[in-house]
Every structure is written in C-alpha cells, then in structure tokens.
C-alpha cells in the first residue's frame, strides 16, 4: 500500500488506544480539518479560537444527542507528531463511544486511518528519517529493558547521524570522481586513490561492526535462544517452572501491574531469554546424549546459552566430562549446573569444584542458588557492549542494506586493486550510497515505504 498525493490532503482520524474496554480511550485526528471539523461537534467552547498544545473539557454531540463528555488536546501544524494539525480525544473507553464518534467523523469526511499513516506522515513530513520511524514501531512492541533502552536509542537518531556522516564523506569522494570523468583529455585525479581507499577501508569497519550488531540486536528484540539440556530427571522442567514462577512472582508483586507470559520467555535483569524446545524438553529425552544425532545439533547450535544441567545425587563423573567435552566441541557458550544440592551424594561437591571450579550448584526444586545461576546467565550474555550506548541495528532491513554496503564497498577496493576506470569506481561507490540512504531514507521507493508502513497497526 502506498499513498497518493490527494490521500495525503486528507484529515484522518483513528483509535490511538488498544481496542476493549478501557478507563479512557484516546482517539486521533490528523489533517488541516482536523481542529475544524472536530469543532462542529464539539460543544464547550470553539476549538478553533484555541492556542496549540491546549485541552478543553466539553461535549461531543451528534446534532442534539451527546455521545460523551471528553477532553480534546489541540496541536498546531507544525507543532505536533505529524507536522500537521492534531486534535488528540480522550474519551471513556467504551467501544460503543467510541465507534459512534468515529462513524460521526467520517461522516463528516474525515477517513479513517490505514495502518502506519500517522507515522508515515511524520515521516514524510520531515519530523524524523525512516530508521527512526521504524524505532517507532519498535518501542511500542519493546517488552523489556533493553529493548526499550535500543529502540530509543535508534528514535532518537543515535543510529542515523552515524550512517549519515558516512555517507557524506562518500559522496564527496563519488562527485570528486565523477568530476574527473568530464576532463578524461587532461590527466587530472581530483580525488586521490589513497585517501578513497582510506576511507572506503574505515566505512567498511564500521559497516561490519554494525553488521555484527545485528546478532546482539537480534537478541535484545527476540530474546536469547537457550536449551537447558541434561539427563532425564535432572530437574530441567524443575528449573525451568522455577524461574518463570520466580518471575511471575516479582511483577505481581507489583501493584496493578499485569503481563501476559509468554511461556518460555524469561526476563532476566532486564534481558528476554527464550528457553527453545522446551517441548521436547518435557519428553526427557537426554539430549547431551543425542548430539550425535545432527538433527539435535543443528537446533542446539541455534542456541546463544546452553544450561547443562546434572543431577548430584545420580552422578557419575565419568558421563558429566563426556558430556562437557561434547558441548565444549559444539562450540556453544555453556553454563555447567548442578542441580539437587539437597540431595547431594557424599564427597561429590568437593570433586566436582575440583574438577571444575566453574560449577553452578542450585537446588531447583527448593529454589536454592537461582540467584547465583541468574548472575552468571547475565555474565555469559554479556550485553555491556549495548549498554554503553554503542549503535545496535536491531533491523532485518537495515542488516539486509549494510550487507549490501559491504559488498559495494567491497567492491570499490577490488576496483582501486585493479585500477578499474573511473566510471566503474564511481558506479561502485554509488552503489554503496545508494544502499546506505536506504537505511535513513535518504534514498526511498514507494515500494519500500508500503512494505515499512503496512506492518504498523491501524492507529500509529
Ligand atoms: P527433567 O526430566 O530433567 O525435566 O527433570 P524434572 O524436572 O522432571 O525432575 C525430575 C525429578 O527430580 C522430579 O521428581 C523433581 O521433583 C526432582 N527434582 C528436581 N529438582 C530437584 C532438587 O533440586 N532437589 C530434589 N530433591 N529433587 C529435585
């Protein structure tokens, strides 16, 4: 879906709250009618006499018949979220109010909003570039710290102002070389070979740094992928019950708060860890044992965090050191934890810290030392990197741009090597900018934008 110049003149009006029954319920107007219509059903004072950023108590009527007492917040283009007039309506959150002013609005001429026009509006309005657009939409789905502490990070420009420095540089460098073009007769280099190798070289760095973000980003959006793996009757659905209850726990200790849980999903300092295969998990199947079997490997290997859990008061040394040489040979970071240190058999603590001075002991079934495994969970993921608030691309479409960058890039390096002539190195370079503006939207198709903008909901 993309918008035509005409459907952009419109005033659009949409629900800004969750649907269902509600305290309040918020609902939008944008347009240069939006303060005027509103106005011809609004009974208290007139709105369009008001100042911006003002809120005035009254009535919505439908002709004599009033539909809802409400509050109207008033926003002058271009002091508001679009850059357009904005009148935002706080009514009671019944879906009967709130259906009835809509139909009342639209009957007015106002049309309802598509999915994402708001924000596409502001976008096109010049209030923000598209990754922060996009940042948007993803502080509204953040569902944890550092979710949240990314896609604020991105709205605020953090990610955008260093792809666009980038990108100055480089057109300078692509001009420099396309002005050289004009004087092929005379042998005249504007741009030196050197310096562009530079700082091809230094955007490259920082394009793969980015790149490599995407993993850590990846995380933060999605959660951490973690398999507690372990013998049958270990204690994994034990541990596992054990810390979503712990977390459950903690959130309704606070008041009036609710949270859908999501099974297998746990909140750890402020992390999201996504327990895989919990399913089969439950089926006891011992899967240290069956990492021989590729197909288990292939689905472990997609794990960031594996918990390998054992049971103390059925161990047998010899099987736990095969088994921790498997998982060292996987390559995936692994947690080695003892479980049931209540029922710990005599002088095997002692070995095992011997052995492997690494060792977690817990209790999972008396909740013992989850602190302790929380703690060094948390160190293994090692998230400092984001919180000293370097850019993280959270993004498939930006991680799918850089890409594109670094092969351009690479590109004008094989290029320079070769002493290619100028209109190939300048195509290359090109290239790159092309892909980079892609990410702001500094470079845009309507394409792009529909396929952005259609996967907001209705109302943003
Ligand atoms: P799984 O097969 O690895 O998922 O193991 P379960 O979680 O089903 O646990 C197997 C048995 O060990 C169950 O009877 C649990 O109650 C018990 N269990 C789990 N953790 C502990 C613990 O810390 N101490 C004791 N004494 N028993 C435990």
């Not at 409400?70 to 706080?90: D, G, M, Q, R, W």
């Not at 991105?154 to 004087?183: K, P, T």
Request: net charge negative.
């Amino acid at each position: 879906m993309s918008f035509s110049l005409a459907e952009r003149e419109d005033t659009i009006i949409a629900l800004a709250t969750p649907q269902g029954v509600g305290a309040i319920a918020v609902i939008r107007l944008s347009g240069k009618d939006a303060i005027k219509v509103t106005n011809e059903v609004f009974f208290g004072k007139n709105l369009e006499n008001q100042p911006s950023h003002t809120i005035h108590f009254g009535t919505i009527r439908n002709g004599e018949k009033i539909i809802d007492e409400v509050l109207v917040s008033i926003f002058k283009a271009p002091k508001s979220f679009t850059k357009e007039n904005v009148v935002e309506i706080s009514t009671h959150g019944s879906s009967y109010i709130i259906n009835q002013v809509l139909k009342l609005f639209v009957r007015k001429g106002v049309r309802l909003a598509k999915p994402g026009e708001f924000t596409q509006r502001a976008f096109l309005n010049g209030q923000f570039d598209l990754a922060q657009a996009e940042a948007v939409a993803d502080l509204i789905h953040a569902d944890s710290e550092t979710s949240h502490q990314a896609a604020l990070n991105q709205m605020r420009g953090g990610f955008s102002s260093e792809i666009q420095e980038l990108r100055n540089q480089l057109i300078h460098f692509a001009s420099m070389i396309e002005l050289e073009l004009d004087f092929t007769e005379e042998d005249v280099e504007f741009a030196s070979r050197n310096d562009l190798r530079v700082l091809v070289e230094r955007i490259l760095r920082i394009v793969e740094e980015l790149i490599l973000s995407f993993d850590l980003g990846n995380v933060i959006k999605n959660g951490v992928p973690t398999v507690i793996a372990g013998k049958p009757n270990a204690g994994k659905s034990t541990l596992l019950n054990a810390l979503l209850n712990e977390e459950k726990a903690i959130v309704s200790d606070i008041a009036g708060t609710t949270r859908d849980f999501i099974e297998d999903e746990i909140s750890i300092g402020g992390v999201i860890f996504r327990f895989i295969d919990t399913a089969g998990l439950r089926e006891t199947t011992d899967t240290i044992e069956a990492i021989g079997v590729s197909r288990t490997q292939e689905k472990m290997k997609t794990a960031s965090l594996i918990l390998y859990l054992f049971d103390l008061s059925d161990t047998d040394l010899v099987e736990i050191n095969r088994d921790i040489n498997k998982l060292e040979n996987l390559g995936v970071p692994f947690l080695k934890v003892a479980n049931k240190t209540d029922k710990a058999k005599e002088n095997i603590i002692s070995e095992l810290k011997a052995q492997h001075p690494d060792t977690i002991f817990i209790s999972a079934g008396q909740k013992e030392n989850l602190e302790g495994l929380k703690a060094r969970i948390l160190e293994l993921v090692n998230l400092d990197k984001f919180r000293t608030g370097n850019t993280i691309v959270t993004n498939v479409r930006h991680y799918d741009s850089l890409t594109k960058t670094r092969e351009s890039l690479l590109d004008v390096l094989t290029g320079l090597d070769n002493q290619v002539t100028n209109d190939f190195l300048a195509m290359d370079i090109r290239r790159a900018l092309h892909y980079l503006g892609e990410i702001t939207g500094a470079v845009t198709t309507d394409d792009l934008l529909a396929n952005i903008f259609s996967k907001f909901c209705i109302g943003k």
